[in-house]
Each structure stands twice: as structure tokens, then as C-alpha cells.
């Protein structure tokens, strides 16, 4: 095999443990790349040192050395690998990558796996994998794996822990040669809610049976950072984001947001996009205790035990519209918005929890205001899960798909 699996760790702290998941990858018939992204020397000579990591990462090992600086050591030494990953990605000499550590560790190799494209195998143990992994994760296919005690030396339950890793990897990267009988087509992102779960399953019918494949984001967060980076990276021809409910947690403070970047990438790739307005009715926060004291008397709908559901305001749904028609206007000609009038969710229509004239009114008046007049604005009077809304999104996004919109 002529490529190889890389991996990253601090050999200064952690020699013997990274030695170890290298004999137990090398067992399995796989070749490797040792990085040191340690700052201190040690006995045992890495394919990539710490020096050569350091310099790639704009400061020297002597200064770090000499500063002894945590912070500064780790953004230099992950700067450094991330680099050395990208260079050796596109050298077509990765296999697959591993890391282990602490939160210091996890950062430097998540951080460096972020330059490898998605597809190549990526595993991190990890002491914080049991808690919130969306830092390190962000929109990439990295595994993480729980360490459940510190990585501080081999013994009988850290080796069996290591050793599972190391051969999940190894199936990983052994797997890659197994031939899939799947027919390439072009790609299609939507964005999906278990609220708007109707709407989006029959477009995506639609279009596959038109020939495509459709990729569904849960609109979590991470799911809209994760369509964001495949449209960029050149994986989508086309968008139907019906569910732009991240706009909500976005601007409320709810735990879903995907960041400022949201409903950017497609006008920036030239593709086409049918922008809908689905679950603007709510915003996202965990367990009902965890919800900040300043909306305690605001309207909610407990979605589950660890999610509750917060109904947006008049003024809330003014700012989103003004947001999401500030986005789209950087491609007017590529873009279409499809507005159900009648509910832009399950929990906002006639009779149901979050059922909002006035909300939608506001969304509605807001979004035609700020809008160019050069972007097509559809309005309907069925609510988001309705079958016409579905067709309609289909119709025009088949249309926009149709025309010459790159440049």
C-alpha cells in the first residue's frame, strides 16, 4: 500500500502510547507516518519532528521552547500539522489519520484532520469525546472515541482501549480497497427538521427520481456548517434549503446555530438554490431547566426530554427576514424563495402549539421588503408540509438547474 496512515501526537508526553497504536496499525499490515507535535525532545526519532512541525506552523522550537507557552505551543504545533496533513493529502500518501489526547492533543489533530478531505478515515481517542465534540468535530467525518481514563501509560485497560482504536482504523483504512457498487450522480443538499420532515422527504422523492442524489442536513447547527463545506468544496449542483430554522438559534441565542456563514456558499459557488422559510417558528434549547431566565415567560413546546422549543416573536421573525434576504441578494438570479403562508412548520399551523398569523405576517412582509427585486419571491397559501409546496420547490429548482448559472 502506498499510502499510509498518519499519526499525530505529542511524543514528549505520550511516546510509549503513540508506539503502541503504531505497532498494533503495523500488525494489521499498515504502513505509517509518526508526526511529533510535541515541544520537548525525546529518545524516539518521528518520520515528521517536532522542528519541521513547528517551522511549518511559523515559529521555531527553540522559541517555544523558551516561552513555554501552552496556548502559543498548541496553535503552532496544529498550524504545523495541518500543513504537513495538506501537503501529504495532496501527495495522494494518506491512508487515513490518528490522534489521541487530552483537550491540547485532540485540538492539534482535529484541527489537521479538518484539511483532509472528507472519505479518508479519521480517528481521534480522546479524554473529552464523551462531551461536546462539535469544536473539534465541526463539519468534517472525524470519529472520536472515548478514552475513558486519561492517556497516561499502557496498562490493561488502556492498551485494550488503544488497541480497539488502532483496529477500527485499520478496518477503516483496509475497507477503502472494497469496491461499492454505487452509481454516481450529482448532488442535491436539503435541509430537513423532524417539523418540516413532510415537505422535504416527498421533494427529495421527487428529485431522485429525477436522477439525483439528494443529501438531507439535519438543520442542527452542524448540519447546516456541514452543507455549507460540501457546497464550497464543489460536492453540491444544487440547494433546496427549505428549513432555515438555524437563522432562529442564530440570532435568539438557541443551540442550533450554524454561524454567521449560513445561506452563503451557494451564492459564492454560483449554484442554484430554492430558499424556503421552514421551522422559523422556534428556537432550539436543551432540557426546559437550561432555558436562560430573560424567556422564561416566552411560549414553549417540549419536543423531548432534552429539547425544548421556544416560539419566535413578531420582532424576531423582522430581523430573520431581513438576514435571510440580505443573503440571497448576493445571487439574485440563482435563487427563488418558495413562502408557505398557511404554517412553516408542523407546530405552526391551524390548532397546533406554535400557530402564528402575526409571526408569519412579519416573516412574510420582512422578507418581500429587503429581497432584490431580481429574486424570485413564490407565495402559497398551504402551510410548508403541504404537497404543492414540495412540487413547487421541485419545479423551480429543476427549472434553475436547467440554466447557465455558473460563470
Do not use: W
Not at 494518506?94 to 472519505?119: D, E, R, Y
Not at 398551504?382 to 440554466?403: F, G, H, R
Amino acid at each position: 500500500m502506498s499510502k499510509k496512515v498518519v499519526i499525530i501526537g505529542s511524543l514528549d508526553t505520550k511516546e510509549a502510547e503513540f508506539r503502541y497504536v503504531d505497532s498494533i496499525l503495523k500488525k494489521s499490515g499498515i504502513s505509517t507516518i509518526i508526526m511529533n507535535t510535541g515541544i520537548y525532545e525525546t529518545t524516539f526519532e518521528a518520520d515528521i519532528s517536532n522542528k519541521e512541525v513547528a517551522a511549518a506552523g511559523g515559529v521555531t522550537l527553540n522559541e517555544l521552547q523558551r516561552k513555554n507557552d501552552r496556548g502559543l505551543a498548541v496553535a503552532t504545533m496544529a498550524e504545523g500539522a495541518s500543513s504537513f496533513i495538506q501537503k501529504l493529502v495532496n501527495e495522494q500518501k494518506v491512508a487515513g489519520i490518528f490522534g489521541m489526547g487530552g483537550t491540547a492533543g485532540t485540538t492539534v489533530a482535529a484541527t489537521a484532520m479538518k484539511k483532509s478531505p472528507i472519505g479518508i478515515p479519521k480517528l481521534i481517542i480522546s479524554t473529552v469525546a464523551s462531551g461536546n465534540t462539535r469544536p473539534y468535530i465541526g463539519e468534517k467525518d472525524i470519529m472520536m472515541m472515548f478514552s475513558v481514563v486519561d492517556i497516561a501509560g499502557i496498562n490493561s485497560l488502556s492498551a485494550q482501549i488503544l488497541k480497539n482504536g488502532a483496529n477500527a482504523l485499520a478496518g477503516m483504512v483496509k475497507g477503502a480497497d472494497i469496491e461499492v457498487d454505487v452509481i454516481k450522480k450529482p448532488m442535491i443538499a436539503t435541509t430537513m427538521f423532524g417539523v418540516t420532515t413532510p415537505c422535504v422527504t416527498k421533494a427529495r422523492k421527487e428529485l431522485e427520481a429525477k436522477g439525483y442524489d439528494v443529501l438531507v442536513f439535519h438543520a442542527t447547527g452542524t448540519g447546516g456548517d456541514a452543507m455549507e463545506a460540501l457546497i464550497q468544496d464543489g460536492y453540491i449542483e444544487g440547494v433546496a434549503d427549505i428549513t432555515t430554522t438555524e437563522f432562529a438559534d442564530q440570532l435568539v441565542g438557541g443551540v442550533f446555530s450554524a454561524g454567521a456563514q449560513r445561506l452563503e456558499s451557494a451564492a459564492m459557488m454560483k449554484i442554484p438554490q430554492v430558499v424556503s422559510v421552514g421551522a422559523l417558528d422556534m428556537v432550539n434549547f436543551g432540557p426546559r431547566d437550561t432555558i436562560p431566565e430573560q424567556f422564561k415567560e416566552r411560549l414553549f413546546y417540549q419536543h423531548n426530554p432534552t429539547t425544548t422549543l421556544m416560539r419566535t416573536t413578531v420582532e424576531e421573525n423582522i430581523q430573520i427576514g431581513e438576514i435571510i434576504a440580505q443573503k440571497i441578494n448576493q445571487a439574485p438570479q440563482s435563487s427563488v424563495v418558495v413562502f408557505p403562508k398557511g404554517g412553516v412548520s408542523l407546530l405552526d399551523r391551524e390548532g397546533q402549539p406554535f400557530e402564528g398569523t402575526q409571526q408569519r405576517e412579519s416573516l412574510y412582509n420582512s422578507l418581500k421588503k429587503n429581497l432584490n427585486p431580481d429574486v424570485r419571491f413564490i407565495e402559497v397559501e398551504e402551510d410548508i408540509n403541504d404537497p404543492i409546496v414540495a412540487d413547487l420547490i421541485v419545479e423551480q429548482l429543476l427549472q434553475l438547474l436547467k440554466k447557465e448559472v455558473k460563470a
